[in-house]
Each structure stands twice: as C-alpha cells, then as structure tokens.
C-alpha cells in the first residue's frame, strides 16, 4: 500500500520508464545475491522460461511502464483505487480461462457495483475534458487488467519453478526491456538522481518489489486466484489514506463516491468467500 505514495515522488524527478527499470534492477541485485548464497538452480526446460517470459511482459515490463506514466498524470490514492479493479478482471479471465473457478452471483453483483464506481471517477476527468487525466486513469486501469492475466497464466500453467528465481528472471526480462524503451523515448541525466530520489529507488526495489513479489508469486502457486486478489481490498485502503494525509491530495465528491462504490463493490465480490472461511473456522474449532 505504501509503494503507490513512494511512485507518486519518484517519478517527479527520474522519469517513469527509467524509474520503474531501476526499481527491478536493485531488486534483481537483492534476488541474484540470495540465488547465489542458495545456490538455486537456473530452470533449463523449455516450458519454464516461455512462463518466464511470459510472466516478464505481463507482470513487470507493460503493467509497470502503464502503472508509472499512469501516476504522473493522477494522484497516488486514485491510481490505487483505479488498481483495486484487478480482482474484477480475475473474475472475469478466471471464468473464461480457468474452469475450477466457481464465480458466485455475489462477485457479478459486485462487477456491476465496481465498474459503476470506476465510471464516478472518470467522470470527473471527462467533466475538467483532462486527456492527461483521462489517459493517465486509463494506463493504470489496462495495468490492472493486464496485471491479472499474469496471476491467470501462472494459475492455469502451474510450475514448480522457485519463486525466487522466476522472479528474478522476470524482473531482469523487464528492466531490460524498459531500459531499452527508456533510452529510446525520455532524458535521462545525473542531476535526477537527489537524495530523495535514490531512498525511494531502494525502498521500492528491496521492500517494494522483492519482499512483496516473492510472497506474491510463492502464494499464487498455492491458493486460489480470487482468494489471492483479496489484497486488493487492503492495498488501496492504506494507499488512499496516505495519499490524503501524508501527500495532501484531494478527493472530489464524485470520486469519493467512485471511491465507496469500488471498495464497496470488493467487499461485495469476497461475500461468499468470507462465509465460507467463517464456516471452515467453525467446523475446525
């Protein structure tokens, strides 16, 4: 939750491309180290590195290059929120990819609910006819969507690959490829690089990335997608609350509303989930 605030002041100096590449080139640093200290094997099938690959465009390289271009045009708080539609999206791909997903009415009920939400808050871009805006809303919701398919790919093509070094693999793919694109399209020079600037890379490539992404994937190994995206529900919570308080942005009156009716609509969707782990606590106890 604390990652959308740190973002929201990096990419103010260094730009979003090259800021997001460095982000995984710290964190790549952290994972080689830990892999060599192991002495984790490196997958040599086929199949392990098109996952790999595969995991690199969707989770890291476009979802990272969307979601950083995403918050120089929108505060920390509303790209959080716009961002807590990917269990929407989990919804959505697992009903049409991954057939052991039961969706339940509550979490359709809850789609409805959401993206009526989302609606609220692009309305307030259409109504200042902001583009910037209105692109920087839609980076950061595409992001969201393309975010999830990656949790649907690793849930559809299950691998006993190390989340450790699928992570570091991944993320090396990505900060490749975005230093490439960096180098391509935005300016880059020494004097970015403040005090500020370089805690925030690292705050972002250690704790931010590596502690956060291993745990993630290692847990999308061995739980439920729509289970999993549950996190969604706390992250834009502690975000927003951050935003407002520690990054003094404000929230308009119909992006509050958006804002209710997003968070509202997740509790709605994990309805049935939290009755069912009520239910398992009562038979175990």
Known sequence: GTTWAAVQIGVQN????????????IACIVLGGWILYKKIPVPKDRASWILIFMIAATSYTVTFALQYWGQKQISSGLASIL????PFWIVILSKIFLQEERIHCFQWIALVVGFSGVMLIFHDGFSQQNTNLLLGMAAVLVSALIQ??????????????????????AMLIGAVTLLVASAVMESISIGMFDRISVIILLYLGTFGTVVTFVIYFWLAQHMRAIMLSLI?????VIALFIGVLWMHEIVGFEEGIGV????GSLIIANIEDFRMLINKKIVRS
């Open 148 to 169: 999830s398919s990656a949790l649907i790919i690793l849930r559809k093509y299950r691998t006993h690959i190390d989340p450790v070094i699928m992570n570091f693999w």
């Open 14 to 25: 260094i730009p979003p491309l090259f800021s997001a590449a460095m982000r995984f080139c």
């Open 260 to 263: 209710i009716a997003v968070l």
């Open 232 to 236: 969604s529900f706390i992250t834009p």
């Open 83 to 86: 961002f807590a539609t990917f």
